[in-house]
């Protein structure tokens, strides 16, 4: 069972006899993720994660508490950059990009307004 940190916002785990690696702990659309921060872990690791190590330990934590939160600053930027994209396209049509489930989508292209109507043998291929 590996051993994990949860110092405020911060979740990290160590993953003792498997990896000699940091690992950070992230929530994210009602899911864990769980990432290498390739910071490894130097020192003497003490009994429990939560009591205070060497200074080597320490230091080490604190690289993959950095780690950690550049890659939540990554993560946020991606989700950012999909707001991004939705507001340019809201600027130039005036409507957001919506979204249709698999089952309404053959109904949904149908009726797609067209210069002329597509043909019965068009309909059933598409």
Known sequence: MPDVLRGGNVPLEIQRGKSPWWYGRVYVNGRYYCKNLGVEIRGKIPPTIKKLGDHAFERSRL?????????????????????LVQTIHEIRTGERVLSISLPAMSA??????RHRPPTSRYLSQA
Do not use: G, N
């Open 108 to 113: 949904a292209w149908k009726v797609v307004p």
């Open 63 to 83: 690289d993959a508490q950095a780690a950690l939160e550049q890659f939540k600053r990554d993560l946020k930027k991606r989700t950012t950059a999909e707001e």
